[in-house]
């Protein structure tokens, strides 16, 4: 019997930025092959434009909850999530097993130029005040830097253990020219997830979010799922 892909559902977390926009090339892909589809934020559904006390745990509650709704509604639910945004979702699959499947996009496992990141979060509290005013612009689309200390981290520790529960199947697309992850470190923390079903895709260009081509992501993740009889 032929699925009705209109009752398939796929959430897409955007990685750490402002909004979600990152994620709208991929979901507008999908939804023009017929599924369901919605991008939320790393911080969850609704906007937010005060990041000053954003927590991970919030971060990570906000995201499983609507990962939660959407499978009492739909038949099938799969996360597509952006750098942050992929940490998030294997972080859902290492407590429930409600997702059929988790493609990471960019996943930080290590990031680079972490001095300059450093030097960022400590000069953060000269330009803060001011970061913080803007950031309620959203045209602007300005970087979530007060949470950045937090979410650092949570990627640099909670994230990267209890990787072996993660028994979702799951595919990783990274590029090898991301300037953002160290593509070496999925390689050393691949062997880590406990599904016996995953897989690497490397992409010879792109940037971190692998966005120049929604059409052609979107079509790497069906057929993994498709491969792997997931959908």
Not at 50 to 74: G, H, K, M, P, W
Not at 182 to 199: C, M, Q, T, V, Y
Request: charge should be positive.
């Amino acid at each position: 019997m032929t699925k009705d892909k209109s009752k398939i559902h796929f959430v897409l977390v955007a990685g750490f930025s402002s909004d979600h926009k990152e994620a709208y090339g991929l979901k507008n892909s999908l939804m023009k092959l017929g599924y369901s589809a919605y991008a939320i934020s790393f911080y969850g559904k609704d906007y937010m434009d005060d990041f000053t006390y954003l927590t991970r745990e919030q971060c990570i509650a906000n995201v499983s909850q609507y990962i939660d709704d959407c499978c009492e509604e739909c038949d099938e639910v799969y996360g597509i999530g952006i750098s942050l945004g992929g940490c998030l979702l294997l972080e859902y699959a290492k407590n429930k097993s409600r997702l059929k499947g988790v493609v990471s996009i960019g996943t930080p496992f290590k990031l680079k130029k972490r001095f300059l990141i450093t030097i960022a979060q400590f000069m953060l509290p000269v330009f803060y005040p001011a970061w913080k005013r803007l950031q309620k612009v959203k045209k602007l689309r300005l970087s979530p830097v007060g949470a950045g200390k937090e979410m650092i981290s949570y990627m640099e520790h909670e994230f990267i253990q209890g990787l072996e529960k993660v028994k979702t199947p799951v595919l990783f697309l990274q590029s090898k020219k991301d300037k953002v992850t160290d593509w070496h470190a999925l390689e050393e923390n691949f062997g880590k997830i406990g599904s016996p079903i995953k897989e690497i895709e490397y992409f010879h260009n792109g940037r971190h979010v692998i966005d120049h081509d929604p059409d052609l992501v979107a079509g790497m993740c069906l057929e993994f799922f498709e491969k792997n009889s997931i959908i």
